[in-house]
């Protein structure tokens, strides 16, 4: 699967300029793309009422946070936001297995879970 190089320009402005709250990314025809860019007034709530309740998307959000020493922090999160209504459809699933490569998904791995 592709992914458009705005993605990767719009999560790097994010990073180093911090003009973005969250982005959130669609796969749209073998590609992953930007469906929406969160200003950086937004808040977490605005984030989550901002995803489909029953489509995939991947994001990332710039969390802000104060310590417990009072310093301010940032934390860039990854989330991969998937339904489980597909899989609710397929009656008698008895493993999940998620893989970000093929080397997580190799047949020692799926034995290994089977026992």
Do not use: H
């Amino acid at each position: 699967m592709a992914v458009r190089d705005e993605c990767k320009l719009k999560f790097l402005e994010l990073k180093a300029k911090r003009n973005y709250r969250f982005i959130i990314f669609k796969i749209e025809q073998q590609e992953v793309v930007v469906e929406k860019l969160g200003k950086p007034d937004e808040t977490y709530e605005d984030f989550t009422g901002s995803l489909p309740a029953d489509e995939c998307r991947y994001a990332v959000f710039d969390f802000d946070f104060i310590t417990d020493e009072n310093c301010q922090k940032s934390k860039i999160f990854f989330i991969a936001c998937s339904k489980d209504r597909f899989k609710r459809e397929l009656d008698g699933i008895q493993f999940e297995l998620q893989a970000t490569d093929p080397s997580e998904m190799s047949f020692d791995i799926v034995k290994a879970r089977a026992f």
